[in-house]
T-cell receptor, first 113, second 113 residues
Framework: AQSVTQLGSHVSVSEGALVLLRCNYSSSVPPYLFWYVQYPNQGLQLLLK??????LVKGINDFEAEFKKSETSFHLTKPSAHMSDAAEYFC???????????FGQGTRLTINP | GAVVSQHPSRVICKSGTSVKIECRSLDFQATTMFWYRQFPKQSLMLMATSNEGSKATYEQGVEKDKFLINHASLTLSTLTVTSAHPEDSSFYIC?????????FGQGTRLTVV
């Protein structure tokens, strides 16, 4: 069975600072990995995805994530936080492309002025 | 990009009544759609896989007689919450996948009073 663990339910950074959201996964087969962002009372928007190509994946809004098989990690980073980045972020894993997704618990990102 | 539209975005119903939520793929055909439920401040949990022209596949612990899923066409799946109770109040989100990417609806906030 697959699982995702996001370390830290709440992360707070200052505007302009580095954003690091942690995600570790478990999968019995080579995984597909995703990061989604959710704004209040809205659906999910895909930030980026890993599908066994390059291990460093670049997404929208300057977010990127690095797949590290040895660490079973897929941490999300952004060099400089913006106020508009405040939202809930979900890491997800799938064995079937983007079919059935297993989500992590989510991390609420707060940006301090 | 592909668009998934979910309706209604918000519904309040009385305990004991039924509520239907629609999920449409607007510019592509989706043989498979997924229904998720998200409780406040929690992650998304897969409820069921909706298959066009056949019965839905429910995840363990999800009552199929309570959460009726119909996928009558390649662009429409419906979730009906029957005999709703306050504990069914939640955020329900559908998704459809195309080319290894999942597209999510805007979500439906269900409040049962």
């Amino acid at each position: 069975a697959q699982s995702v663990t996001q370390l830290g339910s709440h992360v707070s950074v200052s505007e302009g600072a580095l954003v690091l959201l942690r995600c570790n996964y478990s999968s019995s087969v080579p995984p597909y990995l995703f990061w989604y962002v959710q704004y209040p009372n809205q659906g999910l928007q895909l930030l980026l995805k890993y599908t066994s190509a390059a291990t460093l994946v670049k997404g929208i809004n300057d977010f990127e994530a690095e797949f590290k098989k040895s660490e079973t990690s897929f941490h999300l980073t952004k060099p400089s936080a913006h106020m508009s980045d405040a939202a809930e972020y979900f890491c997800a894993v799938s064995e079937q492309g983007a079919q059935k997704l297993v989500f992590g618990q989510g991390t609420r990102l707060t940006i301090n002025p | 990009g592909a668009v998934v539209s979910q309706h209604p975005s918000r519904v309040i119903c009385k305990s004991g009544t039924s509520v239907k939520i629609e999920c449409r793929s607007l510019d592509f055909q989706a043989t498979t759609m997924f229904w998720y439920r998200q409780f406040p401040k929690q992650s998304l949990m897969l409820m069921a896989t909706s298959n066009e022209g056949s019965k839905a596949t429910y995840e363990q612990g999800v009552e199929k007689d309570k959460f009726l899923i119909n996928h009558a066409s390649l662009t429409l799946s419906t979730l009906t919450v029957t005999s709703a109770h306050p504990e069914d109040s939640s955020f329900y989100i559908c998704s459809a996948s195309i080319t290894e990417r999942a597209f999510f609806g805007q979500g439906t906030r269900l409040t049962v009073v």
